[in-house]
């Protein structure tokens, strides 16, 4: 085992960790946001329902959000290098197994098993550089593996968009086989051993199966809510015992933090209000965030008509804004202390949101620049003052010895609030969208077979056709309520989002404090 921080980015070494890191991030990154624009051409393959499709995203949300934090764990413990070759070599088979799947089953269990690799990989790849690189080469190495983070970030979803046009979403996991051989090739031939021998060898396997039941529990309750209606749920035994499950599940999961010697979320770090709000509003802008890009391009691909690589360009302002404003958003701190950009970026994206909000049935492309490209921008413009301070403020609210823990837990944060996101406003679409076809047919002649179709087929949201049933006479007015029942359900998710960004923003306000803890300070957490 070679000695730590002895690593430069000038040397063949230090070029071997960034080439294996960034490979096996790029991962993904392209993962999740090519998928994002690729799940129409899925959903029309497999023919999934809209239940299906929110698992096959969930699946690998939930296992990601549970474990990331074990992961990063087991890497100090066991050895960094050989715990991310492992995460890289499961994220791989998976994806090889999603990309082959025959029916949604497959995939939903593959994307499960892909979440377990991810958790045990995405953790490696920037603890192994801070690891290995000196400390006054280690920024050049972190801002090398943001570059190329930002480029997959703005790539994923034109390259998701491109292949799924060309009927090859498939390949949106097989792009993950090469990468992974390349990143294990250069692991195993050139980049060093490296683990924290301070490392406690006790890992919170109790906590992590709590959080994991608890986030199970909430994410069935929600989604089969949203399959069988608000009225059914609370007289169905499943439904409310999963609702109890994943409650108590949390509840434990607290206790259990709490009570451990070595908790895998220390809650003393919460004692700072900086750092306890800098993650409250992390976890309802992320939300808002995840909701609103989750159906964004089912919108448009399924219901205004735009071709899937287009789409995929649709949101790629967004991801520029972030990338241009993102320095100079972190120089406000240093300027104004963090409570300001904390309160007015997500602010701006909440009028982000109703902006995007707006357009109805669109012409398609052709009206791309008057209907959706403001609010991407103004949302991109809201993100890109945000993150670079909230990045400082969760590392800056506590000691500097606790900085990584602390970059951990908001990471975790994150990833939680994704995955309840995804469930609780998937399963809100699934309710809104099967009332608004509803309403928007009571005035047609339809019998209660047609009616009945029809309902069967709003479970499939934006993919829902107009039943072979329907008479002749009425399919085009069919047709057309089912897709302004999209757009109503559309706007009214996008209302949420921007409701969520504006208590983001207003929990900034109230509690993230100007001054940052320094190294010399004290934990404020004692």
Request: include cysteine; charged fraction near 10%.
């Amino acid at each position: 085992m070679t000695t730590a921080n002895t690593v430069s980015t000038g040397d063949a070494t230090g070029r071997w960790v960034l080439f294996a890191t960034i490979l096996a991030s790029s991962m993904a990154f392209i993962d999740g946001s090519a998928l994002n624009v690729a799940l129409p051409a899925l959903q029309a393959d497999l023919n999934a329902t809209g239940v299906e499709l929110l698992w096959i995203v969930n699946g690998y949300l939930l296992m990601l959000a549970a474990l990331i934090l074990v992961g990063g764990s087991l890497g100090d413990h066991f050895g960094r290098k050989r715990v991310f070759m492992i995460g890289i070599s499961i994220f791989a088979v998976a994806s090889f197994i999603c990309g082959l799947a025959p029916n949604t089953t497959i995939l939903i269990l593959a994307r499960v098993v892909q979440g377990i690799g991810g958790a045990l990989m995405i953790p490696g790849s920037l603890a192994i550089i801070t690891a290995l690189f000196r400390s006054d080469e280690r920024g050049k190495a972190v801002g090398w593996w943001s570059t190329f983070s930002t480029v997959t970030t703005i790539g994923g979803p034109i390259l998701g968009g491109y292949l799924a046009n060309a009927g090859l979403w498939r390949a949106v996991f097989f792009i993950n086989i090469p990468l992974a051989a390349l990143a294990l090739y250069a692991l195993v031939r050139h980049v060093p051993e490296n683990k924290d021998d301070s490392a406690s060898p006790e890992l919170d396997i109790p906590g992590a199966l709590l959080v994991m039941i608890g986030l199970a529990g909430l994410t069935y309750g929600s989604i089969e809510t949203g399959r069988i209606g608000p009225a059914s749920a609370f007289t169905n035994p499943l439904v409310i015992a999963s609702f109890v499950v994943g409650v108590v599940g949390l509840i434990g999961f607290v206790v259990v933090e709490s009570r451990s010697p070595h908790p895998m979320v220390p809650l003393r770090l919460f004692k700072s209000h900086t750092f306890s709000g800098a993650n409250l509003m992390t976890f309802f802008l992320y939300a808002a965030l995840t909701g609103a890009l989750f159906f964004f391009p089912l919108n448009l691909i399924q219901v205004q008509g735009y071709p899937a690589d287009i789409a995929g360009l649709a949101f790629t302002p967004f991801a520029v804004m972030l990338a241009l404003l993102s320095r100079w958003a972190g120089g406000l701190v240093d300027r104004y202390g963090p409570r300001l950009p904390l309160t007015i970026g997500p602010a701006i994206v909440g009028v982000g949101f109703v902006v995007l909000s707006l357009p109805g049935l669109t012409g398609g492309v052709a009206d791309y620049w008057a209907t959706y490209f403001p609010g991407v921008v103004i949302i991109g413009v809201g993100m890109g003052v945000t993150v670079a301070p909230l990045t400082t403020t969760v590392m800056g609210s506590v000691s500097s010895s606790r900085s990584g823990v602390a970059s951990g837990v908001n990471n975790a944060v994150t990833r939680s609030a994704q995955v309840l996101a995804t469930a609780i406003m998937g399963a809100v679409a699934l309710v809104s969208f099967t009332s608004a076809v509803d309403l928007r047919t009571s005035e047609l002649d339809l019998s209660s077979e047609n009616r009945a179709a029809l309902e069967t087929e709003a479970l499939k949201l934006g993919d829902a056709r107009v039943p072979d049933s329907i008479p002749a006479t009425l399919t085009d007015s069919v047709g057309s309520a089912i897709r302004l029942s999209f757009v109503d359900t559309f706007r009214l998710l996008l209302y949420i989002a921007a409701a969520m960004s504006f208590i983001s923003a207003v929990l900034a306000a109230i509690t993230v404090e100007n001054r940052l803890v320094t190294q010399e300070d004290e934990a404020p957490s004692g």
